[in-house]
C-alpha cells in the first residue's frame, strides 16, 4: 500500500471512526435510558461507595472507589469496560461483594475521571493500577476484568505477577485481531490513530474537565446512568479501540499460574463466544461459568448475570483459601 493511499485510508478511517463514535454514542445513550426505563428486570440503583480522587505522581490523577471490610478475604481490583466507567460497569454487583471482601474500582485512563495521557495503553493502565495499590496499601488482588477489563486484568498479571493473587475474566478474549476483518480494520485504524492523536486528546481533555468533580451516586436510575456514561468522551473510542487491537495474550496465557475463573457471556455478540472459550482453555486450570445473556448482560440482563459472576469470584476466593491452607498445613 503506498503512502498516498494510506493517508487517503487514514482519514476515511478517522472520519468513519469519528461518525461512528458520535452516532454510536448517540444510540447507546438513548439505548441505556430507553432499556432501563422500560425493562422490569433492572434493580433499582443500589448505594454507590463514595469515591475520591488519587494523584499518582508522574501520571496524573484519577477517580478510586475504595469499600468494605480491610480484613479477612482477599482484596478485588475491578476493571471496567470500554466506553464505561467503574460505576457504570461494577453499580449492580460492588454491594454484594464488598460484603465480604474489600472492593478497589477505578476509572481508567481516557475513560470518565480517569487520566487524559497523551496515548492509551492497557499497559499504562495496568502501571496505573498498581501505583494506587502502593497508595492504598495493599500487597495483592484477586484482578477482576469485564470486556476491555479483562484484557487489562491479563496484562496486570503479565506486568505485575507478584501482585496478582487470581483472576476473574467475564465477557472478554486473549486477542481482539483474529480474523480477516479485524486484520484490515485495526491496521488502518493505527494508521489513523497516529495521525489525528491529538485531535482525539484535546477533545477528550475538554470533556474530563467539563465533569464535575465528584460523580453521581444518588439519582434516578436513567438519569444517573446517561451522566455516567456521557462522562466517557466518544472520541476516545479509536485510541482505544487501537490500543485492543494490539492486544494480543495467546503467547503467554499459558503461563498464568493463579486461579482464574472466566465468565463467558453465551449470546455475545461483541466478544464472540468461541473467542472467550479460547482464552479460558488455554489458561491452566481455568473455571468456566456460562451466563445466557449478550455482552451487554453486566448493565442490561444483571439478574441472570449476577450470580454466575458472584459464583465465580468466590470460586477464585475459595481456590486460594485451599491453597493457603495447604501451604500452611
Known sequence: MTTKVMKSAGAHAWR????????GGRAAV????????????????????????????GRGELFVADTGPREGAPTLLLF???????????FSTIAELSRHHRVVLLDQRWHGRGIVSEHFSLE??????AAVLDVLGIDDVVVVG??????????????????TAGLVLASTAACWRTNVGDAMFYPVLGFANDRFRHRYRERVGAARAALSEIPLTAAEMSTWAWAEFR????????E?????????????????????????????HAIPT??????????????????????????????????????????????LARTRETAEG
Not at 468513519?16 to 452516532?23: E, I, T
Not at 499504562?124 to 493500577?129: F, I, L, P, R
Not at 462522562?231 to 479509536?238: E, N
Open 274 to 319: 468461541a473467542r472467550q472459550r479460547a482464552m479460558a482453555a488455554a489458561i491452566p486450570g481455568a473455571t468456566v461459568h456460562e451466563a445466557p445473556g449478550g455482552h451487554a448482560s453486566v448493565v442490561f440482563d444483571v439478574h441472570r448475570w449476577r450470580p454466575v459472576f458472584l459464583a465465580a469470584v468466590e470460586a477464585v476466593v475459595a481456590e
Open 124 to 129: 499504562d493502565c495496568a502501571d496505573d493500577a
Open 80 to 90: 471496567h469496560g470500554l466506553a464505561t466507567t467503574a460505576y457504570l460497569t461494577w
Open 30 to 57: 438513548f439505548g441505556v435510558r430507553t432499556g432501563i426505563r422500560r425493562t422490569q428486570r433492572f434493580p433499582d440503583l443500589p448505594e454507590l461507595p463514595e469515591g475520591r480522587f488519587i494523584d499518582l505522581p
Open 231 to 238: 462522562s466517557t468522551s466518544a472520541w476516545a473510542l479509536p
Open 16 to 23: 468513519g471512526s469519528m461518525l461512528a463514535a458520535r452516532l
Open 146 to 163: 469485564y470486556s476491555m477489563g479483562g484484557a487489562l486484568a491479563q496484562v496486570f498479571w503479565r506486568r505485575h505477577a507478584d501482585r
Open 240 to 268: 482505544v479501540l487501537g490500543a485492543l487491537g494490539r492486544f494480543d495474550a495467546r503467547p503467554w496465557l499459558g503461563e498464568i499460574d493463579v486461579p482464574t475463573a472466566v465468565v463467558v457471556t453465551a449470546r455475545d
